[in-house]
């Protein structure tokens, strides 16, 4: 399961050990186990209803994960483990956890009642009690990495999909999170503003940030992955290096799947 | 497809005619003047004394009193709705259970009913103390030795009123898509600063319009604490007066007058409150969105 890539750390960043998520009645995921290593990029592809966004909510425990365990850089995810039993996580540990991993959501989810800015120093000043000074220092800096500067003073809706999504990452890195989440981050975006986006994403990566991202972009995947990961039915069915998944597929539902999107 | 050069002459239809709608203007003006003809001549109405106590200072002061029970009242309704709204929908079922039984209560039964309980609420408690029970006191007041009836009107109304503006702020928390709690806890704030920073603000769109209307509909309420009993605002300064020189009609004309001015003043502001606040979400979208998808549409547009 685990791609042989870069040279694996002591702890890995995300280790998933047969996490199962279900509503009730409804298995969303029956068994998830993979490992990301620091510094590596995971691309989750599958069709949609496969489990691979809800497998991504669960690692910053926006889902709770319902059997199995996940951790992130070597801590479990939503609960505590004492002499061998569970213990449901108050929110403000959860909240905790949640600080160190930064999520990019399909829709932005931008807050429009606040400027781009303030979009950015937002969870710094409010949540790390970091001085506003600071957080504006940074927040212009991750502005000009995102290539936004000129939009500081802007409201969300003022901007396009391709630059509030752009300020969404911005605002997620303002964090400094050890570890990024992206969820269908172009999805939702016109074909001609992917690009700007996906331009982002692959400095990120370049720069060494540990990225777990679910798309549908495959050039994205060859380019960038270390690891791309073909999920459905809530099951993992093929994983490994994502040009030699992409080119060769093993499975029936991995080829059935890639001839329908690249 | 081809562009026609010349363009095609303007439509010129004959306007449709409405017959009926002339009709039925006409009869209601006959019927409408022919009630004022009516109302001027008949004596009953007393316009003569109307016009006398329209402007009289008991009435003057009985609307401020009137106004200043609205404000109260409404203030004190919205701090604890938005109280009340933030319970029930907390994840702590002790929160919400609290919330859901005193708005099972306040509005379960008619404000004239709880208007009475307050004005009987010395009678049933002497004093109100602060303090370990059983043990030394803090804080003593005496509720038989103190005026109280204008603080129990304003306290009646507004914990009635919560009850009402906890659902209108219910409705406008719920009105904020999820995905803004979600990117707030995601960022690794807590519920409260999530409802705080994020969704409140967001919610007071949907919030202002209807707590507009509220307000109106407050300033007519209190009329009510004649229950308490409270008679010195606009309605029970009218009656105070009417039962005096035995003349009810003229002086109920009155207060319905002070009523409706205050009303319309009130509809008017209401007025451009909503237009500010539709307009803050309509046209600043459109021009400067519009502007920027064109910006970011423009080749080169893409970073880094």
Not at chain 2, 185 to 210: D, F, H, N, Y
Request: proline share 6%; with cysteine.
């Amino acid at each position: 399961m685990t791609a042989a890539a870069k040279t694996p750390s002591t702890t890995p960043m995300v280790l998933a050990e047969r996490v199962c998520k279900d509503y009730g009645a409804l298995q969303v995921l029956k068994g998830v186990t993979l490992e990301v290593q620091k510094g590596q990029v995971l691309v989750l592809v599958g069709p949609s209803g496969s489990g691979k966004s809800t497998f991504l909510r669960c690692i910053n425990h926006l889902e709770e994960v319902t059997a199995g365990r996940l951790y992130v850089d070597g801590d479990l995810i939503g609960y505590r483990e004492r002499g061998g039993t569970l213990h449901e996580m108050p929110p403000r540990e959860a909240a905790k956890q949640r600080r160190d991993i930064g999520m990019v959501f399909q829709h932005f989810n931008l807050f429009p009642h606040r400027t781009v800015l303030g979009n950015i120093i937002e969870a710094p000043i409010h949540v790390k009690r970091v001085k506003k000074a600071a957080a504006l220092e940074r927040a212009r800096d991750l502005l000009d990495q995102v290539g936004l500067s000129e939009k500081a003073e802007a409201y969300p809706a003022q901007l396009s999909g391709g630059q509030q999504q752009r300020v969404a990452i911005a605002r997620a890195l303002a964090m400094n999170p050890k570890l990024m989440l992206f969820d269908e981050p172009t999805s939702a975006l016109d074909p001609e503003l992917v690009g700007e986006v996906l331009d982002v994403m692959k400095k990120l990566a370049s720069e060494g940030v540990t990225m777990l991202v679910v798309t549908h972009e495959m050039g994205f995947a060859r380019e960038v992955a270390d690891q791309l990961v073909f999920m459905d039915g809530g099951v993992i069915v093929e994983a490994g290096n994502p040009r030699e998944v992409l080119k060769n597929p093993q499975h029936e539902r991995t080829k059935a799947f890639l001839s329908k999107v690249m | 497809m081809t562009v026609d050069a010349s363009s095609p002459p303007i439509i010129h239809a004959v306007p449709l005619r409405h017959p009926w709608r002339w009709v039925a203007a006409i009869v209601i003006i006959i019927l409408v003047l022919l009630f004022l003809y009516g109302a001027a001549t008949n004596e009953a109405y007393g316009w003569a004394t109307f016009r006398k106590y329209l402007f009289d200072q008991r009435i003057s002061r009985g609307a401020w009193n009137t106004i200043q029970l609205t404000i109260y009242s409404m203030l004190l309704g919205l701090v604890l709705g938005v109280i009340l709204a933030v319970m029930r929908l907390s994840p702590n079922p002790v929160f919400k259970s609290v919330s859901w039984v005193y708005l099972w209560i306040f509005r379960g039964t008619p404000i004239y009913v709880q208007l009475v309980f307050w004005g009987l609420f010395p009678t049933l408690y002497k004093n109100i103390q602060l303090g370990v029970p059983f043990g030394p006191s803090f804080f003593h007041l005496d509720l038989q030795n103190l005026s109280i009836p204008f603080i129990l009107a304003f306290v009646g109304l507004g914990l009635n009123e919560a009850a009402y503006l906890a659902e209108i702020i219910r409705a406008g928390i719920s009105s904020v898509p999820e995905g803004q709690s979600e990117a707030s806890t995601a960022l690794g704030m807590s519920w409260g600063l999530a409802m705080w920073r994020t969704v409140l603000p967001q919610a007071m769109r949907v919030i202002i319009p209807p707590t507009g209307n509220e307000f109106i509909s407050m300033l007519k309420t209190t009329s009510l604490v004649t229950a308490i009993p409270y008679s010195h605002e606009l309605y029970g300064e009218q009656r105070n007066i009417a039962a005096v020189i035995f003349q009810p009609i003229p002086l109920l004309l009155v207060a319905a007058t002070w009523y409706l001015v205050i009303t319309s003043i009130l509809m008017v502001g209401q007025h451009y409150l909503e237009r500010y606040f539709s307009r803050g979400i309509s046209r600043t979208l459109t021009d400067k969105q519009l502007e920027a998808l064109a910006k970011a549409q423009m080749p080169g547009e893409g970073h880094i």
